[in-house]
C-alpha cells in the first residue's frame, strides 16, 4: 500500500516552543531598544567610554518610557528640524536655578527628574567633567528645570517642589545633590515617610524648617514646577533628562539621554567656536 503523505501535514509546521518563543519577543524588545538609543528616543544613552550597564530597573523604565512616547508622539507639539537636520530651538529661560557664570557665552539647560536612574547617572558620571572644563572655567552655565515624569515616577513632584522650596532659601544645589545622592533612600517611600525624609534633608542643610514646610504647600511653587513640565511639552522633551545647549540669541541643539562628556564636549566647543 502506498503512503499517502498530507500537503497540510505537520511536515510543513514549524513548531516554537513557548520559551524561545518570549526569548525571541525579548531580542526583538532588544533590538528596538537599540535602536532606541541611536536614534535618540528614550531616557538614558551608552557609551563605550562610560558604566554604560542597564539594570532590570532601568530596562523596565526604558520600555515604559517607550510606550509613553508612541502614545504622546501625536500630542506634543515639536518644530520641525531644518533642511540639513540641525534642529534649533528658542528656549525660554525665567527664574530657574543657575550653576556657573550667568554672563557665560553657552548655556546648558536640563531638563531633569530626580527620581529618574539616568538623571542620577548624568548628576554622578557626566556632570563632574562639566563643571571641572566647562562651569568653573566660566564658559557654560548650568540650568536646571523640572520634568517629573508622573507616570513612572510616583514620588518625583514632591521632590521637585521640596528642590524649589530648597531654592527658595539659597539651597537649591546642595538639595538637589542630596535628592540625587540619596536617591535610593526615598524613591520607594509612602507620601508621609517622603515627606519626612525631605524636610529632614532640608534641617540638615541649615535651612528653616517652618518655612520650608509651608512652602511645600505653596500653590505658586506647585506652579513653577507645572510650568516647566509645560514647557518640556512644547519643545518636545518627554523624557529625562533632556538638554539644549547654546544661548537665547541663536537658538539651542538638543541632546537627548544620559550622554557621555564627549557629546557634550563635541556640542559645547563648537558653539564656543
Same mark, same amino acid.
Given at each position: 500500500?502506498?503512503?499517502?503523505?498530507?500537503?497540510?501535514?505537520?511536515?510543513?509546521?514549524?513548531?516554537?516552543?513557548?520559551?524561545?518563543?518570549?526569548?525571541?519577543?525579548?531580542?526583538?524588545?532588544?533590538?528596538?531598544?537599540?535602536?532606541?538609543?541611536?536614534?535618540?528616543?528614550?531616557?538614558?544613552?551608552?557609551?563605550?567610554?562610560?558604566?554604560?550597564?542597564?539594570?532590570?530597573?532601568?530596562?523596565?523604565?526604558?520600555?515604559?518610557?517607550?510606550?509613553?512616547?508612541?502614545?504622546?508622539?501625536?500630542?506634543?507639539?515639536?518644530?520641525?528640524?531644518?533642511?540639513?537636520?540641525?534642529?534649533?530651538?528658542?528656549?525660554?529661560?525665567?527664574?530657574?536655578?543657575?550653576?556657573?557664570?550667568?554672563?557665560?557665552?553657552?548655556?546648558?539647560?536640563?531638563?531633569?527628574?530626580?527620581?529618574?536612574?539616568?538623571?542620577?547617572?548624568?548628576?554622578?558620571?557626566?556632570?563632574?567633567?562639566?563643571?571641572?572644563?566647562?562651569?568653573?572655567?566660566?564658559?557654560?552655565? =548650568?540650568?536646571? $528645570?523640572?520634568?517629573?515624569?508622573? +507616570? %513612572?515616577? !510616583?514620588?518625583?513632584?514632591? *521632590?521637585? @517642589?521640596?528642590?524649589?522650596?530648597?531654592?527658595?532659601?539659597?539651597?537649591?544645589?546642595?538639595?538637589?545633590?542630596? =535628592?540625587?545622592? $540619596?536617591?535610593?533612600?526615598?524613591? +520607594? %517611600?509612602? !507620601?508621609?515617610?517622603?515627606? *519626612?525624609? @525631605?524636610?529632614?534633608?532640608?534641617?540638615?542643610?541649615?535651612?528653616?524648617?517652618?518655612?520650608?514646610?509651608?512652602?511645600?504647600?505653596?500653590?505658586?511653587?506647585?506652579?513653577?514646577?507645572?510650568?516647566?513640565?509645560?514647557?518640556?511639552?512644547?519643545?518636545?522633551?518627554?523624557?529625562?533628562?533632556?538638554?539644549?545647549?547654546?544661548?537665547?540669541?541663536?537658538?539651542?541643539?538638543?541632546?537627548?539621554?544620559?550622554?557621555?562628556?564627549?557629546?557634550?564636549?563635541?556640542?559645547?566647543?563648537?558653539?564656543?567656536?
Amino acid at each position: 500500500m502506498s503512503e499517502h503523505i498530507d500537503d497540510n501535514s505537520n511536515e510543513d509546521k514549524i513548531i516554537i516552543k513557548k520559551s524561545t518563543y518570549n526569548n525571541l519577543l525579548k531580542g526583538m524588545v532588544a533590538a528596538m531598544i537599540i535602536a532606541t538609543f541611536f536614534g535618540g528616543y528614550t531616557i538614558g544613552t551608552m557609551d563605550n567610554n562610560s558604566n554604560s550597564s542597564v539594570t532590570a530597573e532601568e530596562l523596565e523604565e526604558i520600555i515604559s518610557e517607550m510606550e509613553i512616547k508612541t502614545t504622546q508622539s501625536s500630542q506634543v507639539p515639536t518644530q520641525q528640524p531644518t533642511p540639513r537636520g540641525t534642529q534649533l530651538y528658542k528656549i525660554s529661560i525665567d527664574d530657574d536655578p543657575v550653576k556657573g557664570d550667568p554672563n557665560a557665552p553657552v548655556t546648558i539647560i536640563e531638563f531633569s527628574d530626580f527620581q529618574c536612574p539616568f538623571c542620577s547617572r548624568f548628576y554622578s558620571q557626566t556632570l563632574p567633567l562639566l563643571e571641572e572644563n566647562y562651569i568653573d572655567t566660566g564658559k557654560i552655565k =548650568l540650568v536646571f $528645570k523640572d520634568l517629573p515624569l508622573d +507616570n %513612572l515616577h !510616583p514620588n518625583a513632584r514632591t *521632590t521637585h @517642589i521640596a528642590a524649589e522650596c530648597a531654592n527658595e532659601q539659597g539651597k537649591f544645589w546642595e538639595y538637589h545633590d542630596i =535628592l540625587f545622592e $540619596k536617591q535610593s533612600q526615598w524613591q +520607594n %517611600l509612602s !507620601p508621609s515617610n517622603l515627606d *519626612t525624609t @525631605i524636610t529632614n534633608f532640608a534641617a540638615g542643610l541649615g535651612m528653616q524648617s517652618t518655612a520650608f514646610q509651608a512652602c511645600m504647600k505653596s500653590q505658586e511653587i506647585a506652579d513653577e514646577v507645572n510650568d516647566d513640565t509645560l514647557d518640556a511639552a512644547s519643545y518636545g522633551a518627554t523624557g529625562t533628562p533632556t538638554f539644549f545647549i547654546g544661548n537665547e540669541e541663536d537658538g539651542f541643539i538638543k541632546l537627548v539621554g544620559a550622554q557621555p562628556f564627549s557629546a557634550f564636549q563635541r556640542v559645547i566647543d563648537e558653539q564656543l567656536g
